[in-house]
């Protein structure tokens, strides 16, 4: 079986890093000076989680590229970890933002373009009733708290390798049997077992054994996992998931902020889901902090039951700047504008393309690696074949050679999201940017293996 060599892999990460610093003086210098007033360095904790020994600075983006402080100019596939799916700054979202910013931002009341949001979501994604949150992370909170109230169940039912946003009910990972905190998690609350079944994806009688007790609120589930590498559902998983949770009085909630990937309805209306509660964030607003979440017929009769109007504000769910007018305008023309049916016709074929390209170079190569696409997502992972759970995805991680392809297509004006080895193609991206990945990722395979390589 061919295998890398460390000492290879930790020369070759030497002279990339030394090549990022020399080509970026500008982006060194802010980063230096960044250092005296944000902690590590950055306005957001996972903005260190870049390969090189500083993150890039952006001078400006449209579109799928950007340029950086320094003037080099990077085909983006890590667009924003989703924020930017669609592109950055698409013009109709940009317009509206534009027009609606100096008409007021945000008023504790409702405008008009929020009902033609709600319209918009029920119709792509089958429930009826919407409200919105500033951030998917909220809109999953919400649902869950919501998911309790009704149910009177104090447990949340999750899936190993889950990551939903920082939710304490889900920044877990399976340790003899049960949640535990997940690596690297900040000051859990509690116990996380206290408020988390955790169990593996696809896993049916797992599945089955978890929700027995009729103690748990709802099942919190991405349709196929992409947070652990792209973890697709066995066949009839996602048939077994709604007869169980509703033969058991639970809630199914299905985060689509990542699966909306597939299509404009996401994996829900792409393959007939029915859950009980849907949330979305990221790209819904075109990266404008924006998110929503959708409910049943039936889970909106049992919120109404439970809410009043005189405690609306303390019920713990909501806030201040949730559902503004500058986050429903961004909403709205993003909807009907941007994320659009040909924009998917667009991005999946090339992202067919994308897969493809890393298919052929793994396959030359002789490596025992795998590619995986979901929509305008694609993944490729150091295992020959698919993950079937976190557990078989979370085996085959190796942040050192992440780190080195990352830092290696950086350096040749390629940018994945620095979490695991993930691409999102946007509308803008062309057949060029594609092919310019291919080459890059077999050259740096190339290297990896110590083969003669076109250039350097
Ligand atoms: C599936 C899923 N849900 C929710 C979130 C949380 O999104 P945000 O960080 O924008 O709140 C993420 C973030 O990566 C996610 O991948």
């Not at 890039?56 to 983006?76: K, P, S, T």
């Not at 305008?376 to 085996?395: C, D, I, L, M, W």
């Not at 992440?402 to 193609?425: C, E, K, Q, W």
Request: glycine fraction near 8%; charge should be neutral.
């Amino acid at each position: 079986m061919i295998t890398i060599s460390k000492t290879r892999l930790a020369e070759l990460m030497d002279r990339e890093r030394r090549r990022f610093a020399a080509a970026r003086p500008k982006s060194k210098a802010l980063f230096e000076r960044a250092k005296t007033s944000l902690l590590e360095g950055v306005p957001m904790n996972w903005m260190v989680k870049w390969a090189g020994p500083f993150p890039i600075f952006v001078e400006e983006a449209q579109g799928a590229h950007f340029v950086d402080v320094d003037g080099h100019r990077y085909v983006d596939f890590c667009l924003g970890d989703t924020g930017s799916m669609l592109g950055h700054s698409p013009a109709p979202m940009a317009d509206a933002v534009a027009s609606q910013v100096r008409r007021g931002i945000t008023f504790m009341l409702p405008t008009e373009d929020s009902i033609r949001v709600g319209e918009e979501l029920a119709r792509r994604f089958g429930l009826p009733f919407w409200q919105i949150a500033m951030t998917a992370t909220d809109a999953n909170r919400f649902a869950i708290r919501l998911c309790r109230a009704i149910t009177g169940r104090g447990l949340i039912l999750a899936f190993n390798g889950c990551y939903h946003g920082s939710v304490d009910e889900t920044m877990v990972t399976l340790r003899d049997g049960k949640a535990a905190p997940k690596r690297g998690s900040l000051g859990p609350p509690v116990d996380p077992s206290l408020t988390t079944r955790l169990i593996e994806f696809n896993d049916v009688r797992a599945l089955e054994a978890a929700l027995a007790p009729r103690d748990v609120a709802c099942v919190l589930a991405e349709p196929a996992m992409t947070n652990v590498g792209i973890i697709l559902p066995d066949p009839g998983y996602h048939e077994a998931l709604r007869e169980i949770t509703r033969r058991t009085g639970t809630i199914l909630i299905i985060d689509e902020t990542h699966t909306i990937c597939t299509g404009p309805g996401g994996y829900t209306a792409a393959h007939g889901l029915k859950p009980d509660m849907l949330t979305i964030g990221k790209p819904v607003a075109s990266g404008l902090p924006a998110a929503a979440y959708g409910i049943s017929q039936a889970v909106a009769d049992l919120i109404h039951a439970k809410t009043n109007v005189q405690d609306s504000d303390v019920s713990g769910i909501g806030g201040t700047l949730s559902g503004n007018a500058l986050a429903m305008a961004a909403m709205r023309a993003t909807l009907l504008h941007v994320m659009t049916p040909a924009a998917y016709e667009r991005m999946i074929p090339l992202a067919s393309r994308f897969a493809e390209g890393v298919r052929e170079v793994i396959g030359r190569a002789g490596l025992p690696w795998h590619v995986v696409q979901l929509g305008n997502r694609v993944e490729y992972q150091f295992r020959a074949t698919p993950p079937r759970n976190g557990s078989e995805a979370e085996a085959a991680m190796d942040p050192d050679l992440d780190s080195f392809l990352h830092l290696y297509a950086m350096n040749r004006g390629i940018l994945m999201t620095p979490f695991h080895n993930m691409a999102l193609v946007a509308p803008d991206t062309t057949t060029g940017d594609v092919d310019l990945h291919t080459r890059v990722f077999a050259e740096g395979v190339d290297e990896l293996l110590g083969r003669e390589t076109a250039s350097r």
